[in-house]
């Protein structure tokens, strides 16, 4: 009789019993129970204690070192973090430290992403900075503007209840209409630039810029002005905008310029087609005492004036062009000044608007 073991045939080794008979299969013991059946079967049986040995051991081996593998890695991955995200806790408590009051402080940069991340948040904090800056100062210039109107209607009224005789009711009423109207055209214009701060912009139509300008132009000749007004070289140009704000922008560089003539100012209007696009060219020149190239990008700020404008009837308030600027970048154009010989004119200031034109049928 042979036994067949994964694919190895071996002898019966001998015999215990009538029914069992013990054999060797790989120098393994194994107990094989026979019957004596038509078919011939034999059935084989093998003891288990060396698999629950195993089965023990294995058991007992991952039980104790899993949990301190676990415990290992767990470890590792504390340090390692710790270590990594400590720069990032030292910027957020050095961003947490810096004030309303203490923008100019900055935080420490490195060469890492780290680093690149400091370096966005330093010119976040420098934006900030420079913000805070120009709102004081218009804040404080605003309270300043507001508050000489006042001062000068309260000064001519006490004046006029101390001593009558000394200020007839018709100067005292010229004075309070003439502050009253600076004033009036102060805080309309801080209302204007707030709004656009904001974003805030009126609904937009096709508008010709040149019939503004004659407009304005007429109205200059029917105030009576001594100041001579061209307009022949204004021709045909159409722009997409509010006809309120940009009214606004021509009357401002049109007082302007009235303003600081000698005794004439050039109004013109012209198409150009450039780089990118049609594009309408508003230009007042005057014929005075010009805008200093230092002082040109300066002269936009909100209540600049320069020093031969210092005086507060010939000065204005100091936001015309300012406001000019805003309503102009609004509209997706420029505005810049330069010489009078760039136009032709010899001397004064050139103003010139740039604006996207309107080419729509």
Partial sequence: ???????????????????????????ESWLAATEDTDAGMLTVARPMEHVDDTVSATTTLLVVTVPLMVLLVGLVVWVVTGRALRPVERLRRQVDSIGASDLSRRVDAGDDELGALAATMNRMLGRLEQSQAVQRRFVSDASHELRSPLATMRQYAELAVAHPETVPTEELGEVVVAEGERMQDLVEGLLLLARLDEGQRPPTAPVDLDDLVLRDADRLRRTGTAVEVDTSGVGAGRVEGNDRLLA?????????AVR?????????????????????LLTVADDGAGVPPEDRERIFDRFTRLDEGRARDAGGSGLGLAIVRDVV???????????GEAAGD????????????????
Avoid: Q, Y
């Fill in 329 to 339: 970048e609004a509209h997706g154009g420029t505005v810049s000044v330069g010489a």
């Fill in 1 to 27: 009789t042979e036994v067949v073991n994964d694919g190895d045939a071996a002898e019966l080794a001998g015999t215990d019993g009538e029914d069992a008979t013990t054999v060797t299969v790989d120098d």
């Fill in 346 to 361: 010899g001397t004064g200031a050139v103003f010139t608007v740039d604006l996207p034109a309107d080419t729509r049928e």
């Fill in 260 to 280: 600081h003539a000698e005794g004439r100012i050039t109004l013109r209007v012209r198409g150009e087609s450039t780089e990118l696009g049609e594009r309408v």
């Fill in 248 to 256: 606004r922008v021509v009357r401002n560089l049109v007082d302007n």
